[in-house]
Nanobody
């Protein structure tokens, strides 16, 4: 049974920082691309950042220079360090695990954690 459990969300003032964590179980963590997505009310779920199995990172333009994604394969955990937070960063943040094999793509989601940035 695959589980992705996010933590670290909360309420923070603009300019502040938060660190999200996502602990994975039931998957071969080191083989997965791990990502963070976010969804604000009335909007689509968008990719924030991801990190491949070999450590290559990708970021949405809106968070480049402010957010940092990292992974600890020994702990099966992915992190998202969020600095210089803005009110527009407010959303539910979801952890994602994805792995593509020759036959199919495996795609898993966490339950989400709320991030609220006050102005």
């Amino acid at each position: 049974q695959v589980q992705l459990v996010e933590s670290g969300g909360g309420l923070v003032q603009a300019g502040g920082s938060l660190r999200l964590s996502c602990a994975a179980s039931g998957i071969i963590f080191s083989l997965n691309t791990m990502g963070w997505y976010r969804q604000a009310p009335g909007k689509e779920r968008d990719m924030v950042a991801n990190i491949t199995h070999d450590g290559t990172t990708n970021y949405a333009d809106s968070v480049k220079g402010r957010f940092t994604i990292s992974r600890d394969n020994a702990k099966s955990t992915v992190y998202l360090q969020m600095n210089s937070l803005k009110p527009e960063d407010s959303a539910v943040y979801y952890c994602n695990a994805r792995r593509t094999t020759l036959f199919r793509t495996y795609n898993y989601w966490g339950q989400g954690t709320q991030v609220t940035v006050s102005s």
